[in-house]
């Protein structure tokens, strides 16, 4: 099969589509071809050497496509079940390639639309549950135009929380539309902030990493009631704690992610699409950091 891969590290220009051996579905896992696959900041880290030392290796921790074979105890899809989800090997941006955790792909939803999800909705809904937002609270989200917060921004209204979101003049209307109070983000943030919620809020979740994690504890009322997705080495300096996935995932959101598409509580971020062979360009283009829309690979 076809996928992307480096042998060392460095810029774009290392990726590589080579042809590895197939992979095959273990105990609870199912293989998928593979029809798209999504592209994350966690892919360039990979292969800056910011991330696992070994070498070569692939990419892709998200995917879409249609099982071809399943492994052993699995019940719950079948050869031909359209579904996606994670592969926890990092290689899923390939012909074919193995999830551990996945679900079924809503109706509504194309391939692309559903391999942009998986990492987006996870961390929105782990950081959120790590917070413990809950319908009646006030939940400030910083970086909230972004895909990470954009989701978190619409999981938290689903839950019945008051969200106030920080973003750019120009994703104001959006933020809106998405159900959240946007503020301008920058100096005198904190003060719009306490235009809308005299009190400050009850909780706060940075997605951009901005360095405003003493102001968040501030509105919030203490380092407890903050999380940032973004900020490693502020959360260490301030005490406040950083999400990552090892610490319990949020993989039921992708069984609820349908019926919320379904009843208008949840928009699709806006996709960019490249060929899988465009593997390159997808990293140059998303570590410019000038689209914000979401890159999937499309290797069906």
Do not use: K
């Given at each position: 099969m076809k996928a992307a891969q480096f042998r060392r590290f460095g810029g774009p220009e290392v990726l590589e589509i080579v042809d590895l051996p197939d992979p095959h579905a273990g105990p609870g896992q199912v293989r998928i071809a593979v029809a798209a696959a999504g592209v994350n900041a966690s892919d360039w880290k990979k292969r800056q050497g910011l991330m696992d030392p070994e070498l070569p290796q692939t990419l892709g921790y998200e995917?879409?496509?249609?099982?071809?074979?399943v492994g052993e105890g699995v019940t719950d899809a079948g050869v031909g079940d359209r579904v996606f989800g994670f592969c926890v090997e990092g290689a899923a941006q390939a012909e074919r390639a193995v999830l551990s955790s996945y679900a079924p792909i809503p109706s509504s939803l194309g391939f692309a639309e559903a391999a942009?999800?998986?990492s987006v909705l996870e961390t929105a809904a782990r950081a959120l549950d790590q917070l413990g937002v809950t319908a009646g609270?006030?939940?400030?989200?910083?970086?909230?135009?972004?895909?990470?917060?954009?989701?978190?921004?619409?999981?938290?209204?689903?839950r019945g929380a008051r969200v106030i979101g920080t973003g750019g003049p120009a994703s104001h209307e959006r933020l809106r539309s998405l159900g959240a109070a946007p503020v301008a983000y920058g100096e005198g943030m904190s003060d719009r902030v306490r235009a809308l919620a005299a009190g400050g809020v009850d909780l706060a979740l940075d997605v951009a990493g901005s360095g405003v994690l003493p102001e968040l504890?501030?509105?919030?009322?203490?380092?407890?009631?903050?999380?940032?997705?973004a900020d490693f080495a502020g959360?260490?300096?301030h005490g406040v704690r950083f999400s990552r996935g090892d610490s319990g995932r949020a993989?039921?959101?992708?069984?609820?992610?349908?019926?919320?598409?379904?009843?208008?509580?949840?928009?699709?971020p806006e996709i960019r699409t490249f060929p899988l062979a465009a593997v390159a360009e997808a990293h140059r283009t998303g570590e410019a950091g000038q689209v914000r829309a979401k890159l999937v690979l499309l290797a069906g």
């Open positions: 995917a879409a496509g249609v099982v071809d074979e942009a999800l998986p609270t006030t939940l400030l989200v910083n970086g909230a135009s972004g895909n990470v917060g954009s989701a978190a921004v619409q999981l938290a209204v689903a504890i501030d509105l919030a009322g203490g380092r407890d009631q903050v999380v940032t997705v959360a260490q300096e993989l039921y959101v992708l069984d609820e992610v349908g019926d919320l598409i379904g009843s208008g509580q949840f928009m699709l």
